[in-house]
């Protein structure tokens, strides 16, 4: 029913960094730093892996993850990485967390959008088809934002786990069940 693509998090070495000569010392398949484009460093620990984006303040964000276990294995590898450099103890503790999960799923109709943004409250959608083909709906009671479809597409953004998202999800069906199919 709901399938991750993205999952995202971040985490605080507690440390600042010279983010460039981390850059040098690193032996990764991919790493970035232009400051005059972004002061973050982009790396990746595996060719077209995960994402890792690192900060001067030791702040970090992964993403690019389709798993928690790949976000959670992603995370480790970094601080191990780290740790190998001296850059941190390896007994540090990032306060790692999960900060988005972003899902898709599938209604089981095509949905009229003009009908669902009357139906859902003008106050919680927004729905310009001339800017965005999708509706936007924030629903009050979640904390997630759904992308609706006309071909009944759902993107789930926003949540901080997948059962949140599964929630707003089943909200949402409801909400179309009941609106449209009257």
Do not use: W
């Not at 972004?38 to 030791?58: A, K």
């Not at 990485?81 to 001296?86: P, V």
Request: hydrophobic share 40%.
């Amino acid at each position: 029913m709901i399938s991750i693509v993205n999952a995202v998090g971040s985490g605080d070495l507690g440390v600042e960094l010279d983010v460039a000569k981390v850059e040098s010392d690193l032996d990764l398949p991919y790493t970035e730093y232009d400051p005059s484009n972004y002061h973050g460093l982009y790396l990746r620990l595996i060719e077209d892996g995960p994402l890792v984006t690192v900060y001067r303040s030791g702040k970090y964000i992964i993403s690019g993850c389709s798993a928690f276990e790949q976000l959670y294995e992603t995370n480790d590898g970094f601080l191990t990485t780290l740790s190998e450099l001296d850059i941190i103890d390896a007994d540090t503790e990032a306060g790692f967390t999960v900060q988005n999960v972003v899902c898709t799923a599938q209604l089981d109709d095509p949905v009229d959008l003009n009908t669902l943004s009357v139906a859902l409250g003008l106050e919680s959608v927004e729905y310009e088809p001339e800017q965005f083909p999708g509706l936007i709906y924030r629903p009050a009671d979640y904390p997630a934002v759904l992308l609706v479809f006309a071909n009944g597409k759902v993107v789930v953004t926003g949540s901080p786990d997948v059962d949140v998202a599964e929630c707003v999800f089943a909200h949402l069906q409801e909400q179309v069940t009941t609106c449209l199919k009257q």
